[in-house]
């Protein structure tokens, strides 16, 4: 016959695997802990990182500058730098605002867009460059072939 003894709680499976190898319970536990370490080192920058990051921007200022053509008001932005040539920009411009048409060669100014009367030349660093904002650079491209 039926045995009227209560039988004891039986712990969830998961627990009664944990308890029967302790070494993959710690194992586990193991695998958590350095997993929160690595994501813990990873969520700030180190000093070091800071600084050098600071010492790059001082050394390389990019500077963000519009180029328009008001002939066909066609706009671009350029990133540049000091050492960027009027030349440089006048080919990244052409391309942006797709003026690379072989016949449309050689006959590139730019101008600040303040004074149209002496195309620029050099390099932008000795230019009056200065940063995007509201009295930042814009920059006219004009195609004006010699007749």
């Not at 319970?25 to 600084?51: E, I, K």
């Not at 350029?78 to 960027?84: A, F, P, W, Y």
């Not at 048409?101 to 620029?120: H, Q």
């Not at 009056?128 to 006219?140: A, K, S």
Request: charged share 20%; proline share 7%.
């Amino acid at each position: 016959a039926r045995s009227s003894s209560p039988r004891p709680a039986q712990p969830p499976p998961a627990a009664m695997a944990a308890a029967r190898r302790p070494t993959l319970a710690l194992a586990l536990a193991l695998c958590a802990a350095v997993a929160l370490l690595h994501t813990a080192a990873f969520a700030g920058l180190s000093a070091s990182a800071h600084a050098r990051g600071a010492r790059v921007a001082r050394s390389a200022a990019i500077y963000e500058i519009m180029v328009t053509n008001p002939s066909v008001g066609a706009r671009c932005r350029l990133n540049i730098n000091e050492q960027t040539t009027v030349t440089e920009i006048i080919t990244k411009a052409r391309k942006e605002m797709d003026f690379e048409m072989a016949f449309l060669d050689g006959d590139w100014y730019l101008y600040e867009i303040e004074d149209e009367t002496k195309p620029l030349s050099g390099s932008m660093g000795q230019l009056n460059l200065r940063p995007w904002g509201p009295e930042g650079m814009e920059l006219h491209l004009l195609y004006q072939p010699k007749v």
